[in-house]
């Protein structure tokens, strides 16, 4: 049977006369209502299902196990799903990905995905022209049901040797090896707990600085695990636990760190200094510490000094000699770069490099020629260069069709690799070189056989309930016809400054070719408008962020890309704040949902292992106003019974460090217990995944073929709608 057969009997057959909600006989398990009741501040809230945040316990395990067997079958009985699935596996292996590039020496090491690989593997070249050659394959080390993932790599200074962290499961729970890149040879070297990585290599090229976690007792506290960390010096061949650490709580006099906070220790070959950068949990701001890089491990303490606090506004740095560039958005919401002394730092008289404009400066890095500065302009990301003879700021020409993203400067070598994309094409890894003031591409990556020159993409801007203009990324096939029938797929974040740009995504082709579109909703409390854009979506203004996600789906809506009945939101992570509280405050301008690892449980999130690092994000229940911030954006204690909710599948993986798993699992719960509306609740579990930056591709294809389906299914699109 053709697949032009196989559409027509899925749409003249009876069961495409059936409305969507109707399901097999079964219904997923019913979860026990056992209610508990807080009070914060004299306002009392009573939590159903707070049993399930015991993950260990197997009534619970048992309850999500059964909720994932039901889904699966669910799902897997869905018309056209297998096809759809077949379709975004030969796209996602019809070309070549290189997410990620580093220089050590002469040597370009990089992360590298080919066409029929199911994992990322790490990869050399001895200059951009040289044999390729496989390091670490992380296939070979996965077992029977489970897989490893390579999460980080850092090189030497001259690229003799590479560390690189692996994990299980996507648990993200790495552990450092390092390995001679000239033969691939693995040194006997292997430290546990060294989650963050934060990888600087000194000047000897046999020692580096990393992060390591504390070993936590076996009762401890899911809240201990990112406490208490520390900053070691290693040298290759010894053992890590005899080496004293060298920053971090309670180790250097005049030093403040916090059990809270995340110590790393920053070289440069391009600085005779060593810096100590505090990090306070997702906070931007961070504190800056400088010593001799020579004292760095020495018997007696270094001799570290306060370069920048908290209060300067300093979000990432650079040296070079014995002068520090800041990037800084105290007094300029958009950003400005300052250069000063290190040995004797003044901020406040501090020359002013690159001053605020209207573009949001997001990065800088020191190369042998220039400090190279990454602006996002409309959206788009830009690259701008002052040269350290002359330091007049220059723009850096590049191809026109793509944003520059990921922008890598390496302090012995003139110009920068910049990574540049779009919506619609492919990623280019190119070469800046200062000399010839052009851009050439290094080959690393050739262009995707993925043909989207039938795709194209729009830049709107809908207005908020404020009356704030947010802008709206729109993506479709080219002609669309804008008669309120296509189904769109709305998503949003909205966190930590963090910004939605553009990027190519190869399998979303299988999305627009069934008509579908897609709509990037750049909401507040991300960082497309500079520092005062992100914090206009934080703590008690959250509701912007969720204001300007309903905005957007009712822009999509007024001008017809789609109708209510033919629109899905979706949100990951912190972005399940954004979906959570959309759909609970507007239920009905959306036929279905997406929530994806989604933080849905705010109130009590800070309990997590990673809950106390996002406190200066969202806020504590310890305080008057960030249980009301909180509260607020808790999308599951909004839940209300009797309500027509639209259907909404939840995702999560069982070894998420990030968002805790009883988080879906407490939102399926209480949303399969209120809605009327007869749509379903799933909940997806993967007992090999975790958050989803350590899975396969593999994992990333059956995900996508499920939610992809599902929305399809919902949103009345054949063959999809038509229900087994």
């Known amino acids: 049977m053709t697949r032009s057969q196989r559409f027509l009997v899925a749409l003249f057959s009876p069961l495409a006369l059936l409305p969507a909600v109707v399901l097999a006989q079964t219904k997923p398990p019913a979860a026990p209502v056992r209610d508990v009741t807080d009070t914060y501040f004299g306002q009392s809230v009573v939590d159903p299902y707070r049993w399930m945040e015991n993950t260990k316990d197997p009534e619970v395990v048992a309850w999500m196990k059964a909720q994932n067997d039901y889904t699966r079958a669910v799902l897997e009985r869905i018309p056209g799903r297998s096809e759809l699935l ?9 070309g070549v990905t290189v997410p990620q590039v580093q220089r050590g020496g002469e040597h370009f090491f990089y992360f590298k995905v080919e066409p029929g690989s199911d994992n ?11 044999q ?7 296939e070979k080390l996965g077992q029977a049901g489970k897989h490893w993932s390579i999460d980080y790599f850092s090189p030497s200074l001259d690229g003799t040797y590479v560390a690189y962290g692996v994990s299980e499961g996507g648990s993200e729970n790495s552990v450092l090896h390092v390995l001679e890149s000239a033969t691939g040879k693995a040194l006997p070297d292997s430290i546990d707990r060294v989650q963050v990585g934060a990888i600087s290599w000194r000047r000897d090229g046999r020692s580096f600085t990393y992060n390591r976690l504390q070993k936590l007792a076996p009762n401890s506290p899911p809240t201990d695990k990112y406490r208490k960390s520390l900053a070691g010096l290693h040298a290759l061949g010894t053992d890590p636990e005899k080496e004293p650490p060298v920053f971090g709580m309670g180790l250097s ?3 403040k760190i916090s059990e809270d906070d995340l110590p790393l220790v920053v070289l440069t070959p391009a600085s005779p200094w060593a810096f100590g950068l505090v990090i306070h949990g997702v906070q931007n701001e961070a504190t800056i510490y400088a010593a001799p890089l020579d004292a760095l491990g020495a018997p007696a303490e270094a001799p570290w000094h306060l370069v920048a606090d908290v209060e300067d506004a300093v979000t990432a740095f650079d040296a070079r000699g014995d002068t520090i560039y800041l990037l800084t958005h105290k007094n300029a919401s958009r950003f400005k770069v300052l250069a000063t002394g290190i040995a004797h730092p003044d901020i406040a008289k501090a020359g002013v490099l690159v001053a605020p404009s209207e573009a949001v400066i997001t990065a800088i890095g ?4 220039a400090l190279y ?8 990301g830009r690259l701008r260069r002052v040269p350290f003879e002359g330091g007049v ?3 850096v020409g590049l191809p026109s069709d793509g944003s520059a993203q990921s922008v890598v400067t390496d302090p012995k070598f003139p110009g920068a690799l910049v990574s540049l994309t779009s919506w619609t094409r492919s990623p280019l890894w190119l070469l800046w070189d200062p000399k010839t003031a052009r851009a050439t591409d290094t080959g690393l990556v050739p262009p995707s056989p993925v043909d989207f020159s039938g795709i194209e993409s729009e830049e709107v801007k809908a207005r908020s309930a404020d009356g704030t203009m947010v802008p709206l990324s729109i993506i479709h096939k080219k002609g669309l016809v804008r008669d309120g029938s296509n189904p769109a797929w709305l998503t949003g974040y909205g966190a930590y400054g963090i910004s939605f740009e553009p990027a190519f995504l190869p399998t979303r082709l299988s999305w627009y070719e069934r008509g579908g579109v897609l709509a990037v909703s750049h909401v507040r409390g991300g960082g497309e408008y500079g520092e005062d854009w992100h914090r206009a979506g934080q703590k008690l203004t959250k509701q912007h962020t969720i204001d300007d996600f309903l905005a957007c789906a009712q822009y999509l809506i007024d001008q017809k890309y789609t109708s209510p009945a033919r629109l899905a939101g979706e949100g990951t992570s912190a972005g399940g704040i954004t979906i959570g509280g959309a759909i609970t405050q507007r239920p009905d301008l959306f036929g279905a949902a997406l929530i994806r690892v989604g933080d849905s449980d705010a109130l009590r999130s800070e309990l997590m292992e990673s809950g106390p690092a996002n406190i200066p994000e969202f806020g504590t229940v310890k305080d008057p106003d960030g249980f009301k911030a909180l509260y607020a954006m808790d999308a599951y204690q909004h839940v209300k019974p009797g309500t027509a909710y639209p259907a909404v599948l939840l995702t999560t993986g069982t070894n998420d460090p990030r968002v805790a798993p009883w988080q879906a699992a407490k939102m399926t719960a209480r949303l399969q217990a209120s809605t009327t509306s007869g749509k379903p609740i799933l909940l997806r579990v ?3 995944a975790g958050h989803g930056l350590g899975s396969t591709k593999s994992q990333g294809d059956t995900e996508l073929a499920d939610e992809q389906s599902f929305l399809f299914w919902q949103l009345g699109v054949p063959p999809f709608a038509a229900s087994k």
């Open 132 to 138: 390729e050659r496989l390091l670490v394959d992380p």
């Open 373 to 380: 500065v990454r602006d996002l302009d409309g959206g788009l």
């Open 393 to 395: 700021v220059q723009p």
């Open 686 to 688: 993967d007992y090999d």
């Open 366 to 369: 020191v190369a042998e020629d």
């Open 86 to 94: 077949s379709r975004i596996q030969a796209l996602d292996n019809a």
């Open 253 to 255: 006099k005049g030093v």
């Open 120 to 130: 990322r593997k790490l990869y050399v070249r001895d200059g951009l022209k040289g």
